[in-house]
């Protein structure tokens, strides 16, 4: 998981940074009042604007179609609950009042069958290892073919792990060391015999006294020691989620906090982008030939053109493929590859696209629902298989920062064969 300032369940608070978040999270408050006091009009146009303002948000999506249902525009208000199940299909349509009037009908029937497609699990991929440190939080991964090892970055134990294809564990980089924080995305540069990491000041990570900025950290793959370190420099928070590198050995870096995308070339680091507004919460990244392709976690996947960094969203024609809550993308052969963890339940899509990566040509679901799943994260491209992290534990910390080791497995780490 990478910084995400709303999270898709319907008992959280909504209050999110950015422009219009006051006014969306103030016309969804009204419309709950006007709803409980049984004023439907203004529970609905309350609504509207709410979505209007948060399009794409399942709890205003499903309090949206039942007020709709409460205004007697069925239609609408069905497609409208059935979006909102798509996002989230774990949402209460048995118990929600505003839905009682519908219980017993065989449009709400329908709705329940809808709900259960969503939610049978899709298993494409399987368990190409576990490990044995439960606590460890992972949430990136790499590999070197040279030395045939994993990396493995831990946001919990602030840490690099490794793990050789006898299953033999090692730490690449202990706890702490060279001033590691929460370690995040992870990227190999195989020609330089480098691995880049980025590390954010977490609170889900140990040792939050001893901290520091946001940062960007090159090691070498042959013995570990630390090659290079950038830091943003300035006063503003940041956090750097995912990193790629180009053929030229330049590494882009995503910054959830900022929206802004930093470059480290000739030896230093500095803004190269700023994607704002036309992306409103920056996860993935990957390099596609003269393109990066990045994931908005509040709506979709977005191509920018390196040569003129104009930003373009990527057309998608399927209405029953939505994008939002995109976290890790890997890219192979035209296809692309994301981990969606910003639905219910989540997954794993390959997509095919045009050669300009001006459109979705074509989509299947990988994984769904999957048995070994937390919250699926990053991964990376090795030859013809495709790895990535099943179960990384956002989800299982107290409000004071702990895990709880009852909510979460040890880590599991998915391999899907990309012939299959």
Known sequence: MIFRPLLICLFVSIAVAGVHS??????YEAGMKAGGEGDNENYLANMAMADSLRPLHPVILFRLGSALVLNQQMEKGFETLKKSLMLNARLPLETDEALSGLRNTPGFDMLLDFRDSLLKPVESSQIAFALEEKDLHPEGIAYDP?????YISSVHKRKIVTRDNQGEVGEFKKSGEDGLMAVMGMAADLSKRLIWVTSVPAKEMQDQENTGPA?????????GNLKTKYIAGDTLEHWFGDLAVDSRGRVFITDSFTNLIYIIENGSMSPWLDTS??????????VSGRHLIVSDYLSSIYRIDMSDKSIQKIINPFPELILKGTDGLMEENNELYLTINGQVPNSLIRLTYDVKLFKITNYQV?????????????GTITGDRLYYIANSPWGAYGGDGQLDSTRYDPP??????LNR
């Open 366 to 378: 990988k994984d769904k629902n999957h048995s070994s799943y937390g919250e699926p994260t990053l």
């Open 22 to 27: 006051q006014s969306y999270v103030e016309f």
């Open 412 to 417: 599991r780490i998915l391999m899907l064969d």
């Open 215 to 223: 940062a960007v950290l090159s090691f070498d793959l042959d013995n």
């Open 277 to 286: 507004p036309a992306i409103g919460n920056i996860q993935g990244i990957v």
């Open 146 to 150: 040279e030395s045939r090892k994993w």
